[in-house]
């Protein structure tokens, strides 16, 4: 059965109670497990649960206290908290609604019921963020389209008034015209494909793949930007068998790798190193640039991770909002580790498959 797109954290003391939720759903979506409230909090950065299944009566932080700090640990997330509770009384629901639930399903459920009900919450989040990322994609192109328009626009009007210009000067006017033509086409291109993969109706085409020649073609294509900003790149490539559709992992790979260019002083040094640890292939891509600061860093690859979009920088970070959906669609994961001032890390993890 093909995974569907979905993460889910179980939240439930008892063990049995885990491993029946395991059982109705782990072939369909992507679980983590925890058993307590604390632990699921921990859990919240490095997993970013699309759907919580929540009990209620827990020892130490029940149900309502854990839902209520998922909440303020979320902030303005789509997550959807579903209650699970022996409790039956209407005071009972309140209280969980209160907290912040979105629905309550009483013990002992359906597993037919159970999956309905996740698949009706992982739609509505699906549209609730696709509503709230056309409206900011909007604003951001309202925002980001006219720096590019300058950039074309001046000098074609320039070119076209007739007045005599030397070579040099005509030179100059096409190169800004044409880097700010292809400018304005990748966010365009970055903006559709962002919406796509968030609808889930992107199309991957899968293949058994060695992913050092992935990461081998990205190296090639980042040569000349590294070059421009006087950027080595070390690489330590080892052999890696993997399942994926291989463009879109080298469109992964060359974001990592041109994010952590960019970010590189002139002169500087970017590793890139693939290894294998247990069933997993490992991509680490290492700068020491500025690095990022905490408090964007477990929403590094979110689309706006801005309170106003109109702050981004250049790229607006749609690459590597784009990437990390691409690695989940792969059943990966992606994960980033910085210290101001001292450099940043990406590291990639895929399954490997058997030769």
């Given at each position: 059965m093909r995974r569907q797109t979905g993460k889910i954290l179980i939240v439930d003391d008892n063990l049995t109670n885990?491993?029946?939720?395991?059982?109705?759903?782990?072939?369909?979506y992507e679980l983590k497990s925890a058993g307590s409230g604390e632990e699921a909090l921990a859990l919240l950065s490095e997993f970013r649960p699309d759907i919580v299944l929540l009990d209620i009566m827990m020892p130490g932080m029940d149900g309502y206290e854990t839902c209520r700090r998922l909440r303020a640990n979320l902030g303005s997330s789509?997550?959807?908290?579903?209650?699970?509770?022996?409790?039956?009384?209407?005071?009972?629901?309140?209280?969980?609604?209160?907290?912040?639930?979105?629905?309550?399903?009483?013990?002992?459920?359906?597993?037919?019921?159970l999956l309905a009900k996740v698949r009706v919450y992982l739609r509505l989040k699906s549209v609730e963020e696709l509503d709230q990322l056309k409206s900011n994609l909007l604003r951001l192109l309202n925002h980001e389209t006219r720096t590019p328009l300058n950039g074309i626009i001046p000098p074609l009007e320039f070119l076209m008034a007739g007045e005599p210009l030397d070579e040099e000067t005509r030179a100059r006017c096409l190169e800004l015209a044409s880097?700010?033509?292809?400018?304005?086409?990748?966010?365009?291109?970055?903006?559709?494909?962002?919406?796509?993969?968030?609808?889930?109706?992107?199309?991957?085409?899968?293949?058994?793949?060695?992913?050092?020649?992935?990461?081998?073609?990205?190296?090639?294509?980042?040569?000349?930007?590294?070059?421009?900003?006087?950027?080595?790149?070390?690489c330590e490539l080892n052999p890696a068998l993997a399942e994926v559709d291989a463009g879109e992992m080298l469109s992964v790979?060359?974001?990592?790798?041109?994010?952590?260019?960019?970010?590189?002083?002139?002169?500087?040094?970017?590793?890139?190193?693939?290894?294998?640890?247990?069933?997993?292939?490992?991509?680490?891509?290492?700068?020491?640039?500025?690095?990022?600061?905490?408090?964007f860093?477990?929403?590094?690859?979110?689309?706006?991770?801005?309170?106003?979009v109109t702050h981004h920088?250049?790229?607006?970070?749609?690459?590597?909002?784009?990437?990390?959906?691409?690695?989940a669609a792969h059943s990966g994961t992606i994960h980033v580790e910085s210290e101001?001032?001292?450099?940043?890390?990406?590291?990639l993890r895929l399954p490997l498959v058997d030769r």
């Open positions: 885990r491993a029946v939720i395991e059982e109705a759903l782990g072939d369909r789509y997550t959807k908290v579903i209650m699970l509770s022996a409790k039956t009384s209407v005071a009972e629901r309140l209280a969980g609604y209160e907290a912040g639930a979105d629905d309550y399903m009483t013990k002992p459920f359906n597993a037919q019921e880097a700010s033509a292809k400018r304005l086409q990748k966010l365009f291109e970055n903006s559709l494909r962002l919406c796509a993969l968030k609808a889930d109706q992107w199309d991957f085409v899968f293949s058994r793949t060695d992913f050092s020649n992935v990461v081998k073609q990205a190296v090639t294509s980042m040569a000349p930007l590294a070059a421009q900003k006087q950027v080595s790149i070390d790979v060359t974001a990592l790798l041109e994010n952590a260019i960019r970010f590189s002083s002139p002169g500087g040094r970017v590793w890139l190193k693939l290894s294998t640890e247990a069933d997993l292939l490992a991509v680490h891509v290492k700068d020491l640039g500025e690095g990022i600061a905490p408090q860093l477990d929403r590094i690859f979110d689309e706006f991770n801005e309170i106003d920088t250049e790229g607006q970070r749609l690459s590597l909002s784009i990437a990390r959906l691409i690695v101001k001032g001292a450099g940043t890390t990406f590291t």
